[in-house]
């Protein structure tokens, strides 16, 4: 057999993260039970130090407390603001997909009819790398068998689509200049794509980098041929998961069946922890692009990203963690605020990555996460300090 499809995609409304510092607060005050921050230092050499982490006892914005006012946030109260901006954290989609033989080449076979697995297959990749829906992710794309039908995992580190931010036309351009033909090194293609992750990993440190492998059989040729051909291909499936779940810690494998001879990469996908692979039908080619745009469209969710790095305040001083807000907002409804959940009992809530030492806000599935991805969203953090803050003279 001789089969693979990749499909790739990851969401990520760009909102923009605002955090406020801001200098009307009343001491003592908490908003959740999160760990002060270990580091901070009192804000008020002169305060009796109840409050916990506050800010730094300097404000260098051009928003000063004003020297007459109080800290008990009357009205009328003028307080020190500072701000900065910070984006979703990306997702890098590593996208193989098969073009072997049997997904559309007659002159191999006339029973491989490209309107059955070719066709459809890619008439659903490039809606999906070409719809605003996939806004704010980036995804590569890479065929195999290449055209010299190698089986050299070297000849599957470069892509035929480099990465590319999403939508993008760059995608459909590179589908309709590709044709069906060849085996099926499935190891090869899983190795090269391992290789690309990392490299992306490595250049994109934070983000995170999955691989998306599509295929429509099991693996065929560069050895595993001839006699005894399944307990090869049983053998081939091993390595290939072998070769997975060396990385799975840090890059996911997702696993995208086309047709009823998969069954066998479901260990790749179990290896990649991303079990149970997804499969799409074939015959009915309306079918298939429906089925191949529902995969591509699930990994979308799951992958959609929902963690946002801590912006640091312009001015220089530490976050209050205890006085952090995050809000969902969109023009023309009221401002959502999100409650604190450390185990996101509350779906509609966010919770930090480490409340030891935290570094970003997670945004909990399926609600809280879900509004980020499917609006044009604005999350903002609003610390506010716990103590007066000493006013520049």
Not at 191 to 214: D, M, N
Not at 276 to 301: E, F, N
Request: charged share 15%.
């Amino acid at each position: 057999m001789k089969r693979v499809l990749g499909v790739a995609g990851f969401l990520g409304a760009m909102g923009m993260v605002t955090a406020l510092a801001s200098g009307c607060g009343t001491a003592g005050e908490s908003e959740f039970p999160v760990p002060p921050d270990p580091g901070a230092k009192n804000g008020n050499n002169g305060g009796d130090g109840s409050s916990g982490a506050t800010f730094g006892t300097g404000n260098t914005n051009s928003e000063n407390v004003n020297p007459n006012s109080s800290s008990s946030g009357s009205s009328g109260e003028t307080c020190a603001a500072t701000s900065s901006k910070a984006k979703l954290t990306p997702v890098n989609m590593v996208v193989v997909v098969d073009r072997s033989g049997s997904m559309g080449d007659t002159t191999e076979d006339p029973s491989f009819d490209p309107a059955l697995r070719w066709v459809p297959v890619t008439s659903a990749l490039k809606s999906f790398f070409s719809d605003p829906a996939s806004t704010g992710m980036r995804a590569n794309l890479t065929y195999f068998p290449d055209a010299t039908n190698s089986c050299t995992t070297a000849n599957y580190s470069s892509a035929s689509v480099p990465l590319t931010d999403l939508p993008s036309g760059a995608f459909a351009t590179s589908i309709d200049a590709t044709s069906p033909k060849g085996d099926t090194p499935t190891r090869a293609a899983l190795g090269g794509a391992i290789a690309q992750a990392q490299a992306v990993r490595a250049s994109h440190p934070g983000e995170k980098t999955v691989i998306v492998f599509a295929t429509d059989g099991e693996p065929y040729g560069c050895g595993v041929e001839g006699a005894n051909l399944y307990a090869k291909q049983v053998q081939a499936v091993k390595d290939s998961a072998a070769d997975v779940a060396a990385v799975a810690a840090d890059i996911p494998t997702y696993v995208i069946g086309v047709g009823p001879s998969v069954t066998l990469l479901n260990d790749v996908a179990v290896a990649g922890g991303t079990a149970p692979y997804l499969a799409v039908s074939v015959g009915s080619p309306a079918k298939t692009t429906a089925d191949l745009l529902a995969a591509m469209t699930a990994i979308r969710g799951q992958l959609a990203s929902c963690t946002f790095a801590i912006p640091k305040p312009a001015d220089g001083r530490p976050i209050d963690y205890n006085k952090v807000k995050v809000e969902l907002k969109k023009a023309g409804e009221p401002t959502q605020t999100l409650l604190y959940s450390a185990d996101c009992a509350n779906p509609d809530g966010w919770r930090y990555d480490n409340t030891a030492a935290p570094t970003q806000v997670e945004l909990c599935k399926p609600g809280a996460c879900d509004k980020a991805q499917t609006r044009d969203v604005e999350v903002s953090f609003v610390c506010v300090d716990q103590q007066k803050v000493v006013p520049i003279k």
